[in-house]
């Protein structure tokens, strides 16, 4: 039986390794955090005194059974401050197109980049993008 793979734990895995960069780390002050959006934001993390949390999740796409599916990854920057916000999302960005996450055949060109906003709920200034990709299906 060929199922749907969840391409979100290998997402969250390979931005996890990246933002622990020493590079990265130098750049952002501290290596920010990358969550499971299903997840909801942690209890434990504070806009004002810790790093920017990254979430991740899988908005669904296209399936062609039984061979892959072609799912939406959102990416979620919360920070403090519009232009880091930005700024977080564009590295991620362009590191997952640059270094394809396991389990991932392809990121497609295209994808929605960097929707600005507020977070009602926390205070931190948002930035989002998606990912159009293509996920083998696999053997269950």
Known sequence: MRVHADPV???????????????????????????DAEDGIPDDWNLRTDPPLITVSDDGGPVQYPIKRDPTIRILVRARGSRLAKR??????GYLRAHLPDGMATIRRGGSAFVAT??????????????????PMIDY
Do not use: K, N
């Open 9 to 35: 734990p290998a997402v969250i895995t390979s931005l996890r390794a990246f933002f622990m960069l020493p590079s990265q780390i130098a750049e952002f002050g501290a290596a920010c955090r990358v969550e």
């Open 118 to 135: 507020r977070d009602s709920d926390t205070g931190a200034d948002l930035a989002s993008f998606t990912l159009p990709a293509v996920v």
């Open 88 to 93: 977080v999302a564009a590295v991620a960005d």
